[in-house]
């Protein structure tokens, strides 16, 4: 009662918040200075285990198949005779059935051909060090929704690497550049010098840990990379992804989520375009769970909603990799932050579903914004759909002064610094 009678004063709020920044800023720098010391040695033991010809083992952590943003990487020192990289399916604890999230993931990559591990075995999540050695070890996703041992609170000591899982665009700038994994990682390696500015004003270790190389996970939309398959059921249709966010009822910081106000609309179309539009459903795997919690949705109607788009002639549903789906599509209507300037790079027409979160975006996140088609209301959804079919939907739109493409390749910039940390003084 005291408690909360406190947080109802705004002056004691605002005491109670700074309060507790203070006990985190002491904390964490606490911990960045340990870190650091960990990673001096660490660092001198890998050197020396490639100088004694043992090839260094790099394990990537992943809860979600979803958020798999260094598939490049893997394949690159898949290909180098240094590393040995595996990847270690972890627990997501958020997720509604865990085990099964994992052995979906688990399965997904080993279909892949990766060299593949789950961290479940005789009924119990195991420790790292019982799964497989550590010398490196690659973040998938730096929020703390997974067990302790497979935080970086138990890992900070390892030489440790974080690639974002998404283009960070909003100014949630605690959120996704002060938090324990963005300060106490060996390597984070950032997509571009707004971001290292934002760490360097907002991070407590004012992002002394940043390399910035681009986006290792956009790379293969505007390399050379061929696609490997043709996603779509229906390739003589016009092909329009569907990509609705998680942070619905203001979820999440920037709520950019329109799912419970453009539903029905969105069911609406595969009828309406049965004969022109093919549709995939590309959700954000942590809205079924939002919705199974919802009052007005719940699992029933959340599961035939699903349903749905799995089952209609000129319909399906895409829960996994995207570059391939992306390069074949025509267009795009969605309302995940991340896909604004990720959708850029293969330029074609996008509706955005929120055309209110201008002012919750970074410099970064307004390029992409004001570069795409803004729905205002559920009427501009079908008339974007009918614009696709007709082609004349408006492409993006930006500056010829932006250039998103990197000179030089993400992954091997951040391979060429992997190299040269681990063979100095070899």
Known sequence: MVKNLLKSIPMMRVLVNKLRRFIKFININFYIAVAGFFHFFELKRVRKKLF????????????????WKTDLIFQGMEKDSRYNPCIVVIPRINATNILENAENTYKYFKEKGYKTRISYSNGNWQKLESISNIDIVFFSNPH?????????????KKLSCYVPYFEQIDTNYEGHFNGVTENLCWKVFQINDIHKNIALKYAFNRGRNIDVVGYPATEPLYNSTKIKFTPWKENSLKKIIIAPHHSIANSSPLANATFLETAETLQTLPA?????????????????????????????????????????????????????????????????????????????????????IRNGLNEYGKIGYDAITKAKNNEDIIEFVKSVVDETATPPQYSSEVNLIPRESPTKKIMTILNAEIECGK
């Open 272 to 356: 309406l375009f049965k004969h022109s539009v093919c549709f995939a459903f590309k959700p954000h795997p942590m809205l079924k769970e939002k919705l199974y919690k919802h009052p007005d949705w719940g699992v029933n109607k959340t599961d035939l909603y699903w349903h749905f788009w799995s089952t209609q002639e000129n319909t399906q549903f895409e829960d996994a990799d995207y570059i391939d789906l992306f390069k074949t599509s025509d267009a795009m209507i969605h309302d995940c932050s991340s896909f604004i300037i990720e959708y850029l790079y293969v330029k074609k027409p996008c509706l955005y579903l929120n055309s209110n």
């Open 144 to 156: 703390q929704i997974s067990l302790p041992q497979y935080l970086i609170s138990s890992l900070y």
């Open 52 to 67: 004694n010809g043992k090839k260094i083992d790099v394990i990537f952590l992943v809860m979600e198949k979803s958020v």
